[in-house]
């Protein structure tokens, strides 16, 4: 199967702390592989080196066989990205206006932007807001506008940092709505998450990254077969790695809260 | 880099700023009307005031000297020249003075009619209130009465002596103005305009560059926009002309706020001090120089203005560094304001904003000289290079790109 994306000893380092340390993985064309880690694991600092916005202190990052050091303007053409929490929408800009701008910004001829709005103001159901200032939204309207936004230039990546981060239960549905429809469009996903249930019902392979390192990767199924880690297991019964938080900073040891086993 | 990514980077700006109450207001709206108004009030006021110290200059005689032949003196010689100063009659003069009904209190010596007779000179007091301008003024305009009747006496009584009063004046003095012909009456009008052209050029693009960084950070819009194709050269630039643009708006918005003010009321432009435009030349050459320069001080600022505003993590942050910016530039613009152009060194043509303000001054003041005004242009684009690349070197760091 065709690899869209390639990954290959990839670290980050701000300053002597590694926030990414020598993490390699593959995704296959189609595929949804999900980033699973607590906050701070290093799984946004990996997905902002995908998408260019970050340099690796060493390894390199191929997406669609280009590199993100050597071509990262063919690198950001193949993608599209969705952050959670806020749209990141020009309030100012109506919804048309802000896909239009981003599709320009990718290339895009005039006409077909024209043509892609009215796909994907039918397909997300935006008819009646299309024209509208995204500042006179509400939030799920926002969202659809965000969703549009991302892949208007059709981008056969697509990454998701922590896409369901401070929505409510049926913004979240929206949101793994969209990208199933992503993978059943054939585009190649990568995700974050720091909800196992999340990743378990999106994705067809887990990465689990901790503390920059990626500890366990494979399908749902094999990571439950061979759980061979602390980390793991953990994850699996709902609790964050207790011998291993004894010994991390303090935002780590606020975070756990499971029970002794 | 591609000019067509700034071009789109830049088109979206213009659309979005243009909506923006905030920028609008504060860079347009804001400036084309206050500084006319306040220009108007302030210099309609000043204008007032000046009025209504030379006229209706209100005086008393004192108890001691108020009799009729005291009174004839004032009205009919003292004052006879003066029909602004008016003779009030009052029995208690220095409350008068105290209740603003006067403004001065003229006092003879007793003697003064024998004196006058025998030629012996004559003491006059005139009592006035320090801390009240208009009476300050009074017992200036008096005094100036009094030298004048003085001068007169000493006709007289030369004349009486059978000499020519000439013999009091052995040296005549003439003064030849030898300024060119353009360069009238516009000493506020030098000071005034430089001052203000270099000052709004390099803040007005302030609320802009405010927004276009910090503020798109803020709104987490940034973070998208740079996982699109172009590059960060391409989306510094399309932002920076931005900014460079709404400071040319912000002060063509002020200029043209001044030149409806300058037609309510002439002497607004100079906040009320008689200046008009009459007589000023402005050579074609020396002004295209200066808006060049003008132009290029604009493009320094904005690259200074976008670099703080990448480093800065939030809007207001972003606020707190402008805020110390303008009091940055302040300075060199204040330095040179009082400066006249026949003073201006060549080491102000190489500053920023002084060497905008030396330009204009140097044109208003009609005394071009070419060679600073080249020197100007040199070390201007110098800095617009230097600010550019410091801006764009900042929009490389990831240090600086992902503070939060």
New interface residues.
Partial sequence: MERMIEVTGLVKK?GDFAAVDNVSFSVAKGEIFGLLGENGAGKTTTL?ML?????PTAGRAFLKGYDTQKE??KV??Q?G?L?G?????????TVA?NIA??G????MSKAAIRERIRQLAQAFGMEDFINK?ASRLSKGMKQKAAFA??IVHDPDIM?FDEPTSGLDVTAARDVHEFILRCKSEGKTIVFSSHSMSEVEKLCDRIGIIHRGKLVECGTVDELKKNTVTMIWKNYLSGWWVRNEAETCDDSTEKRDKGPDT | MKLK?VM??LK?EI??LI??KRTIISSIVLPMILIPVVNIVMGGGIQKFEKEINENVTVALSQSSNTAEARELVRDRILSKNPNIVLVDTDDPVKALENNEIRCIIELESSYAEKLKEGMPIHITLQYDESKTKSQAAADIVAWAVEEFSEEIIKERITSLGLDPAILQPVNIERVNVAPNEKGNNMMLEMMLPFMIAMLVAIGGIPAATDLVAGEKE???F?????????RGSLLLGKYFAVTLFSFVSLIAILAGLFIGYMVNPNSLTIGVDAGLEGITLDPLALILALLITVALGMTFSGIQIALSTIAKSYKEAQTYMSFLILATMMPGYATMFIQATDLSPVMFTLPVMNTVAAFKMILGGRIDYFNLVLALVTSIVFVALTLAFAASLFKK??V??RN
């Fill in positions: 701000f902002r998408a260019t916005m970050l340099r990262p303007e950001r053409a993608i990205i952050f929490g806020e749209t990141g929408l020009y309030d100012r800009l206006e701008y981003f320009e910004l990718n290339g200032r936004r991302s990454l | 990514h789109i980077v979206k659309k979005d909506r923006d709104r987490n819009t973070e998208p926009l740079l996982t699109t194709m172009p590059d990831e240090k790109m992902f």
